[in-house]
């Protein structure tokens, strides 16, 4: 398999890096006073303490499927694809220092808000809330077509790691490579009924509140408040700041926001039915099928959600596999406390 490398030579690879990094510091608006201001702080360290300074533009939209994706696209239009995939409760920013990191290296980098968050849409009022696992890599597949995008190297992290792992493993043709959050996420009703000892069970409290509609009403009411408290739960050791929450917090005033956050949980657990299109899907991932693309494993020595031991799921990857553990105090949201090892884990695996 060619790498980057082998496709840019020196003398373009240096062009497209300079130029590309002045494009994705226009595209997040950071100015040269606002990198003083800050002590230049080094996109090596986790920006625990780094205040909201970074943005992305106004998000592109596209229609794709049963939606119109809102989409934030950094980098140069013939450069090798990369998508980075969201989760909840997070959005787009959680990648809003490692793309330019990516872009400034050539590629064209693509961070959708998954539906039900930001500027995504339904098309139709028709359309079913659906949040179920197969629907959501669905909606990526659809944006990949319409953006003419054949292959790309997918990252993700938490809901975003899951879409990532059912494409890479549904649709391997279309997934050159993959990094994934917490490794092999894919699931099904079946397992989601399985319990589980009391002190595991306990960590998914979220879902079983969920399931009552005093919770879907106490989410709906409490939206950012609940989202900030799984923020600090997820990631202990993560200081974000007021400026950092609010920015990403904007995404869950989408009118369908809690909408899809209740169907996804609830039909985890079999409360809430799926759509028949999805069925064949969802019988494929039932048997918790092997991922066969490259892929990196990344977990945060730090992370206070639940996950699975890289024991656990190592055998899932049959390709070329590498686990990272990323210390440092870094916890779920792990793209955003540590952007620089999850640029450098794109870039590695989409060399593969």
């Given amino acids: 398999m060619n790498s980057v490398s082998e496709r840019i030579d020196e003398r373009r690879r240096h062009m497209i890096g300079a130029a590309a990094m002045t494009l994705a510091i226009a595209e997040l608006g950071m100015t040269a006073a606002?990198?003083?201001a800050s002590g230049?702080?080094?996109?090596?360290?986790?920006?625990?303490?780094?205040t909201a300074r970074n943005?992305?533009?106004e998000p592109k939209q596209i229609d794709?499927?049963?939606?119109?994706v809102g989409y934030a696209e950094l980098g140069f239009a013939d450069g090798p694809p990369v998508i980075l995939l969201h989760g909840w409760p997070?959005?787009?920013h959680t990648y809003v220092d490692a793309a330019p990191l990516l872009a400034s290296k050539g590629y064209r980098v693509i961070v959708p808000y998954l539906r039900g968050y930001g500027t995504t849409r339904f098309l139709s009022g028709e359309t079913p809330r659906n949040g179920q696992q197969s629907a959501i890599a669905s909606d990526i597949v659809a944006l990949m077509n319409a953006l003419g995008i054949e292959k790309a190297t997918i990252g993700g992290c938490d809901w975003g790691a899951r879409t990532s792992n059912i494409i890479a493993a549904l649709w391997p043709e279309r997934c050159k490579a993959m990094v994934s959050v917490s490794g092999y996420l894919i699931g099904n009703q079946q397992l989601g009924m399985v319990p589980l000892p009391p002190k595991a069970e306990l960590q998914w409290w979220y879902q079983?509140?969920?399931?009552t509609e005093r919770g879907r009403a106490g989410y709906e009411k409490y939206t950012r408040d609940f989202a900030r408290l799984i923020w600090q739960l997820a990631s202990p050791q993560w200081n974000f700041d007021d400026a950092t929450f609010e920015r990403s917090a904007a995404a869950f005033d989408n009118p369908d926001h809690a909408a899809i956050v209740i169907h996804n949980y609830r039909w985890r657990l079999g409360l809430a039915e799926g759509e028949a299109q999805f069925d064949k899907l969802e019988k494929r991932l039932a048997q918790a099928p092997s991922i066969g693309v490259p892929t990196i494993t990344?977990?945060?020595d730090a992370n206070g959600a639940p996950h699975p031991e890289p024991g656990a799921y190592a055998k899932m990857f049959n390709g070329k596999y590498?686990?990272?553990?990323i210390t440092g105090g870094i916890g779920h949201n792990l793209p955003q406390e540590a952007p620089q090892a999850f640029a450098q884990a794109i870039v590695d695996v989409s060399q593969l």
């Fill in 34 to 36: 606002a990198k003083a």
């Fill in 64 to 68: 794709a499927g049963v939606l119109s």
């Fill in 55 to 57: 943005s992305f533009r």
């Fill in 298 to 300: 990344l977990e945060g």
């Fill in 90 to 92: 997070y959005d787009i």
């Fill in 208 to 211: 079983y509140y969920f399931a």
């Fill in 322 to 325: 590498e686990h990272r553990l």
């Fill in 40 to 50: 230049g702080a080094d996109q090596t360290t986790t920006p625990a303490a780094q």
